[in-house]
């Protein structure tokens, strides 16, 4: 008979007729067979536990053949920790008590161990020596091995914690759709308490219908087909909420057939917070977008390859080409090869120190020639956030400021120069035409004395333009009509380009009035002509051009160079061989020339520059090798203003016996000057210094022969003209001192030399500038004229 799954077998010895009879060892031998082709566990063993039997499943089951067995007792080959239940069965069974269920752990031969579910039952006898009374001989049982069923149980309650812990909605469905399992995270998602009935809820209703049908449309067939499917729906809670998740649904195939078995699971995961927080994301990237996208700067992703992998399309024209081309390319296929392979070394740097590293570079871009400053910043995932400025102005006004220094650093020395060949020139000039005056006209030495007084004449006009480009020539400013002045020496233009050259002027009539000097203004057209002539040695076209220009902010050309204004703007334009950048970063620069030696001084353009500097004005100049140059001179427009007066007319020659005293420490300088002065009537004293000066002063204040004029000059070893002038004024203000100087009367206050409304003559003088001088300032004193 069987009971619980296993296996007890009672025989009974029954008289077939017409066979043999069944001895007692046929039955032996026959149940044995039965035994040992039973799955089941089969033993016997005495009261005490030794065994004196088992089959053949109990022998592969627990690794003992029967021989072993026979010396081992069933106790021993329990699980220590089962082992007191199992003495207990024990027990019961010697009592004459049936086990109809029970479970016992048992260990085999190699350690491993079999959890077996069983039934044991007693062998009774009735007791010899007690009758009545009935005893216990023997013990059979019969096991069955249910250690995989034991394991899927335990792996079942594993999973079943496991369910219940995760954070997400698990839930399992059969056929009909009713719920057979929700964990409590999945009932607190949608609203149902650990007390409702599953049974009353269908899976559909936990769902709103697009849901519903992307799970017909799509999960349902996958789940047929024995496949997992993967996607985003939402879930609806009791209360009516949609709940975005993501769903997981896990077929159970070849366990269907009936709505008790699940037909899948469902795993979810609520998307609130994740939506939520993409959202905000999507919210701040539109924003950061708008706010990159009114930046007028180049934002770009690279990785570390040089792979353009976003671009803010924000100010087209600051990129080299149009931003969305730009993804997946490398910036050596968009960018110069010297620029790219600066951009990759910044790139690399940034990526390996961690921090931002920053690069200066020039592109050609739909705006022209432009230079930026960009910071290379990285992102932390490989890849670098790349923020380009366009610094054009910045660098422009960079670059006229080291002009504005290196034109004031060559402007001093200029300016010293120029004062000690004043000196050089005073001597020889005055030397030769105090000869000249003392010659008869018939003398063959006039001429030569003539050929030195043309080229101290030559040399005082390059001291000029020296002066000029230094801005220390003493202009006189007046109100001069721009369209005006350009055909007022039109003939002299004319003359310097030369034949082969075509002079066409173009000419505003509103180009306004200017501030200018109109010999120096007319000194820098001829200086341009010369050299745009020069510009063209087979010829060409000069274009002269005025026209009356306001300059906003926003103009492109000049943007960091002119300040916004009205201007009167004249433009001087060649047609020849255009120049280099290298060499237009120097034209300026006073004895630089591109010319043969002997054919050029180097001061054309730098007179020019120093003269529109010291007009107020601006200056640039475009150039490229074979397309010309045109120089753009923007002066500012002036309301009309009367002119100056004029210089006074007639100043006297001769001195009429006042006396001078002439103070220079140039021994040269004195003699030239006493000369001079001489010729023209004055009686000289002189001193080599202010020293000395003051001692002769004391004297001839003591026997009333003061001077009616002191005749200094400014720059002296010890106590200069100032300190000079300052004692005099002090012991003799009535004592007139005029001064005389290489320097400008500019340079002369603006170092503090003298004072201003002090009287100066500027070096060199003609002796009638000097005589004229010095009897204007005798003609301020008090003290009567001397007659010898």
Known sequence: MSISGSLLIESRRVAVPGLAPVTEADDVRMLRELLDASTDLVCAATPDGRLTFVNRAWQR????????AASLSAPDLVAPEDRGRYMDVGRRLVTGETIEEFEAVLVAKDGHRVVCRGRAVPIMVDDPAMPGRRICVGTRAAYRDVTADRRAEAMRARLAKTMEATPDFVGMSSHDGRILFLNDAGRRLVGIAPSDDLSTIL???????????LLLREAFPAVERGETWTGEGELLSLTGERIPVSMVIVPHPGIGGTDEVPRFTAVMRDLRERKRA????AARERELRTLLGALADVVLVLDAEGTYLRAVPACYELYIAPPETLIGRKVHDVLPRDVAEAVLGVVHAALVSGAPATLEYALDVPRGRTWFAATCSPLGDGTVLWVARDITARREAEEQLRQAQKMEALGQFAGSMAHDFN???MVIRGNADAVLADLPADDAAREALGDIVAAADRAEGLTRQILAFSRRQ?????????SAAVPAIQRLLEQAVGPQVRLEIRLCPDAGGIRADATQLS?????????????????????IETTAVTLTRGTPHVHGVVPPGTYSMLTVRDTGVGMSEATLARIFEPFFTTKPRGRGTGLGLATVYGIVQQSGGHLTVASRPGEGTTFVIYFPQLAPEPAPPADPAGAPTTAGGHRVLVVDDEPAVRRITQRILKQGGFAVTTADGAESALALLATDATRGTLPHVVLTDVQMPGLGGRELGDRIAARFPDLPVLYMSGYTTDDLLSQHLVRDGQHIIVKPFTAETLVAAVKEAALRTHVPPYHS
């Open 61 to 68: 089951t627990l690794g003992y053949t029967a021989d072993e």
């Open 203 to 213: 899976a559909p209703h936990l769902h709103p219908p697009e849901t519903i049908a």
């Open 278 to 281: 993409e959202a905000e994301l």
């Open 423 to 425: 000196n050089f020139l």
């Open 474 to 482: 003493v202009l006189r400013p007046a109100r001069v009509e721009l």
């Open 523 to 543: 000194q820098l057209l001829i200086n341009l002509a010369v050299n745009a002539r020069d510009a063209m040695p087979d010829g060409g076209t000069l274009t």
